[in-house]
């Protein structure tokens, strides 16, 4: 194999296919990238056998070949190379890098070790804007579970529900869920939340349209000249809808940032009682107060002008409200409640409600 | 007690004050931050024994008093309220806060366990500019030991020789030194490396003259509104001058960023050999090279042009070397050496060589 490339395109291709070579494995060979020649085009491909990633890099290609180098030297020694071309060649399991007054040796591993590339057929198949994507992933994935004993909950729940197509995910103790438009084909997909969280880290916003292709176990997003593929997560994912409360008794409407302001100070008085905050919506005056108390240290009682439906009040976990409002996109937003022991329901104040974050109240 | 405060005013000086009163201490009163009207400014203080910061902060006193409040929920609280007017209010060894919707009290300690502030003679006194002051301390204080077994060696030398003031600092691997021209006192102060950061911490560019004080165990630092009184360090700063080399043999003179960048790339195939990497002069081709090896990942060459009086090569950290680049003030710097075993020295290539920075070969 002996080839030229830009080191700004190679840099930029071993920051994305290289974060999943770089995870402790007992297999060195997944450590390694995957470096091959298709025609005048260069493949590099990582893989964890859970994800595989790959991109394609526009070379001028020589002898064509194959070889695989370690991620974490090969992506650090090109990232601090001048801009300019770099030339590759393989001699062996040695790969040669020159690059103006720079040249190395980095040792490889011969690349038939290399696990094969998964393959895939599309069973479903849709096509989204990469920006109705990003934000789909970023209001789920967010409330994923990271407890490793329920697998089902470490992912995000795609599927289908009378024509509709939805991301859904919980953790038991709170619960997001985007719509995302008519979709006919049945689709049952939990897709692992670090997939996604893969998925965003190489999205940029100059990206066409994004595809997106679901085989029984596996799914792939391309995403230009960028393919991911991961396993899906087995099992059947528990039936989230009857947690959403149809109606409450109590709604309170107010300017986001207002809200999340008064949460983050009234949660510096929470830190001994585990982020518990007390919210308490007054009809009468037209406001809602979140009060703390810290036994040693003080308390703290912050309000905020609001619409208030009826009065009431609920204590929460204040970290999941403030990244519960940072869901939201719009500048006011409707929090819905029913008493101290109901789930509460976060959504935009007016317009389409297309997104739902439903948070769990804590004993109070 | 009773006092109006801008919020802006007060998050800023908490910010100022805060750092050391948050560290680890058996006695509770020093993560308190001291608060003391003075007529109609409020003054903030906090201590952690071998250093104090204090800070004034114009305010409208209703009532004079003082009071001490944990530190950091009291930062954290102010720094999340809105711009605009706060009030303080103390109740026995409670601080009352108000502004706007938000209130709260933090339970404080009596003033009187808090320790006296500390108070200075001057013996010395000296006047820099802040940006000459920054960038002295930023020259030197890196290469301060951290390790406590050698004190001396973990602060910087503040000293005079033949009617000139010099910065110097070591760590027995590495020296710095700055001049800082006339001064015709005597003087010979070790300061902590740590009250040195702290000042760096509090300095912005719009600062006036910034004055320092000395005295027999300790020195002030006044900028503006803020005050810092440190204890020195005790004992005899080694004769760290018969380390720096009178001549050497050779001179390579190169751009900066060149030499900094093939000793980053050169660096990365240096990890299992502690960062050691060596230079070699060539005088017939007139480069630096940089050579790395790294047994099990393969090795790598750089160079740069490079003026160079004789031929010669020398082993190093590359840390070091990367480190010492940095605190060069200059596009072309003076890399001198003379063989294996002496001292490195690195300095501007062109005009006063006020400041050196020696760093001591490695066996290679």
Chains 1, 2 share one sequence.
Do not use: W
């Amino acid at each position: 194999m002996k080839l030229v490339v830009t080191q700004e395109n190679l840099a930029k291709a071993l920051q994305v296919v290289g974060r999943v070579a770089t995870g402790k494995t007992p297999l060195p060979i997944l450590n390694n990238i995957l470096f091959r020649t298709d025609k005048n085009r260069l493949l590099l491909a990582a893989t964890n056998l859970e994800i595989a990633i790959t991109q394609y890099v526009g070379s001028k290609v020589e002898t064509e070949g194959t070889i695989t180098v370690p991620a974490r030297l090969m992506s650090e020694f090109i990232s601090n190379l001048p801009k300019g071309n770099v030339t590759l060649e393989a001699d062996g399991t040695k790969l040669h890098i020159k690059s103006g007054t720079y040249q190395s040796t980095i040792n490889g591993m011969a690349p038939d070790e290399f696990p094969a590339l998964p393959e895939i057929t599309a069973h479903q198949e849709m096509t989204l804007a990469p920006s109705v994507l990003k934000r789909a992933i970023q209001q789920t994935v967010l409330v994923a579970s990271i407890d490793d004993t329920r697998p089902m909950l470490t992912g995000v729940y795609c599927h289908t529900c009378e024509g509709t197509l939805y991301f859904a995910a919980t953790d038991g103790y709170r619960l997001a869920e985007r719509s995302l438009g008519v979709f006919e084909q049945e689709l049952r997909a939990i897709i692992p939340a670090q997939t996604l969280q893969d998925v965003l880290r190489v999205m940029t916003d100059d990206m066409n349209e994004i595809k997106l292709i679901f085989d029984e176990n596996q799914m792939r997003i391309l995403l230009d000249d960028i393919e991911i593929t991961s396993r899906l997560i087995d099992g059947i994912f528990p039936d989230y809808r009857q947690l959403i409360p149809a109606k409450s008794d109590i709604e309170v409407t107010l300017r986001k940032d207002e809200f999340t302001r008064i949460t983050k100070v009234a949660s510096l008085f929470a830190r001994e009682s585990g982020g518990s905050v007390t919210l308490k919506a007054s009809e009468a005056d037209q406001r809602l107060s979140i009060h703390s108390v810290a036994s040693q240290l003080g308390e703290n009682t912050s309000e905020a002008e609001a619409k208030v439906t009826a009065a009431g009040q609920v204590t929460l976990n204040s970290r999941y409200l403030i990244e519960g409002l940072g869901c939201i996109d719009s500048p006011v937003v409707t929090f819905s409640f029913s008493g101290k022991l109901a789930a509460c329901i976060l959504t935009i104040a007016e317009g389409e409600r297309d997104y739902k974050h439903i948070i769990m109240p804590l004993k109070s």
